[in-house]
């Protein structure tokens, strides 16, 4: 998270003023992949692995499970998930993963 420097009441206000104006720029509704959220930077931070198709062959999925995403069970991408990761489940890593996008996005 980026810090945010502030002296007096003037400097509060103006910082607010511009995370609202970043803010405001993001559409209300966005359909985002879920693979895409889990980028490399994001995975690094969260797990023993430098990219999805690592997570998902180190996994046992096999290599072409980023293409045949949608067919995974997602009971085995839970159990996955809780022995690879701090998360309880594939949804969880996702939520956080959407929170840190939208943080970047608007320059937390």
Not at 43 to 53: D, P, T
Not at 83 to 100: F, G, Q
Request: glycine share 8%.
């Amino acid at each position: 998270m980026a810090k945010i420097k502030v002296e007096g009441i003037d400097g509060v206000i103006a910082e607010l003023k511009k995370l609202e104006d970043r803010v405001g720029r993001i559409p209300k509704t966005q359909t985002v992949n879920a693979l895409d959220l889990l980028d490399n930077g994001f995975l690094r931070k969260h797990s023993r692995f430098g990219s999805v198709q690592e997570f998902l062959e180190a996994s046992g999925f096999g290599s072409d499970a980023v293409k045949a995403f949608d067919a995974i069970p997602k009971r085995k991408l839970n159990a996955c998930v809780r022995k690879e990761t701090e998360y309880k489940s594939w949804d969880d890593m996702v939520a956080e993963a959407a929170v840190e996008k939208l943080a970047s996005d608007i320059g937390l």
